[in-house]
């Protein structure tokens, strides 16, 4: 019998929550509630009167992000005939000897 390793049915099944993150997050969440108008005017105030474009920046990205949700990421849906091809390395090919005009 062996020990360890990956066994068949071993462990949390892909997907499933895990109880104690979900709890934990739970409490942290409660813990914060009555702070979020605070953090939310910190953010304001930095993104107006920040000392540095980078942290005017990051505030200002931080509040669209709790006020809009995070951008998604653009995909592009191309056709399998317009879709580009995998390099699979060069092809030289000899060019043919002039054929003389007699």
Known sequence: MKHGGNR???????GSPNADTA???????ASVYGHI?????????????GTSEAARVSAACAILDRAYGKP???SVEVSVGEAPQAFDGWHIKRAAAPVPNC
Not at 8 to 14: K, T
Not at 37 to 49: P, Q, V
């Open 72 to 74: 998604m990421q653009a």
């Open 23 to 29: 709890a934990a997050r739970a409490a942290l969440a």
């Open 8 to 14: 068949p049915g071993a462990g949390r099944p892909a």
């Open 37 to 49: 108008g605070t953090a939310i005017e910190a953010l304001a105030y930095i993104a107006a009167h």
